[in-house]
């Protein structure tokens, strides 16, 4: 039997791969879940037991986390990255990352075909065919939800017919849970009006309005590497229990519009506290510690490196160049960023740095000009305007 690698989470369209794969078009299955902060030990147990039961002949969970961070999340933080000002890019990110897992696996394996079950209508279907493409190019991709426009009652009806049991009622809203948020799709992320409600989001508020949690976020070269007085091994374990300390509040939740792939506007609901508390933390730091035109030509690539990732570009050795300045432009981005947790909310009330650049000794901003005398602002302001003076006076009475 030929092998072939299923891209498997354990739902309705990846348990159906697993039989029409092996049973309509005899393949061995491979079935592989890429962990990217989603699952826990436990969860990994019953999907594995579910694959089992499928017939597939193995099942292998990577856990690609720290990877994911390495890789990826990192240069988000960096960016501080957010989809049209919104959206931290939490599938989009982890999806790169899965498809580049399963086809390193597709090759240790010497597999001769690669499948997943996306549908045709979204833009994960691109983010995994790109990857493969590149990086498994005579390997046959095979998509038998998209290729068979398949509705969920035909699926349904076909593990039914093969005795397959599971759970078949359909969940009110779709979630996506990972490292760098979890996003959350339902009956009102399709229209342009509505907003989710309280109980669409996998985790609830758990505090009083008046609750607060005071925390100290300590940065070094860019990377958050410590919370209070806990430090840890991996950056992805900090934001992890930072995601723990701010879920309770409610805090980072919103609904992010935007192209889609395949060419149409879509919307999705996301719940993403560490990752928004980090980003604007990060941000506040970077402000303090970074110039001007570092500041300024880093939001000029931090967009387009969202942008090319979202559209599952993650391969463009562009990428490669913007990380490479992403990294070099962190080397005084540390310190301690003060943030105050409240429900729904957060507030970053400032910041302690070694490199922090608004240093009293140089000025005070609408206050003391200590480096600087009132005459060199003159000849500044006067050499500064002088092009545009000779514009306007050439030109004043032909306009």
Known sequence: MKKIVLAYSGGLDTSFCAIYLSKKLGYEIHAVTVNTGGFTADEIKDIEKRALALGVHSYTCIDAVETYYDSCVKYLIFGNVLKNNTYPLSVSAERTIQAKSIADYVKKINAEAIAHGSTGAGNDQVRFDVIFNILCPNIEI????????????????????????????KALYSINKGLWGTS?????????????????????????????????????????????????SHPSKAISYLESLATPFA?????????????????????????????????????HTLSKFQLNLKNQLADCYGSWLHEGLFLDPALRDIETFFESSQKTVNGKVN????????????????????????????????????????????????SLAIYHQVNESKL
Do not use: C
């Not at 395949?262 to 990752?275: D, W």
């Open 251 to 287: 805090i980072g939740r919103d609904i992010h519009v935007g192209d889609a792939i395949v060419g149409i506007k879509g919307r999705v609901g996301f719940e993403a506290a560490a990752a928004i508390i980090i980003l604007k933390a990060h941000h506040l730091l970077e402000k």
């Open 184 to 232: 959350v799709g339902g009956k009102e992320t399709l229209t342009s009006n509505l907003n989710l409600p309280e109980t669409a989001f996998p985790s609830q508020l758990q505090k009083k309005e008046t609750d607060k949690t005071e925390v100290v976020l300590h940065f070094k070269k860019g990377e958050l590497i410590a919370i209070d007085d806990s430090t840890f």
């Open 142 to 169: 095979i998509t038998p939800i998209r290729d068979l426009k398949l509705s969920r009652e035909a699926e349904i009806e076909f593990l039914k017919e093969n005795k397959v049991e599971m759970n078949f009622e």
């Open 339 to 386: 943030v105050t947790l409240l429900p729904y909310r957060f507030v970053l009330n400032g910041i302690e740095s070694e490199n922090d650049l608004m240093a009293s000794k140089f000025g005070s901003y609408g206050e003391m000009n200590l480096g600087w005398s009132g005459e060199d602002v003159k000849g500044y302001s006067k050499i500064i305007s002088n």
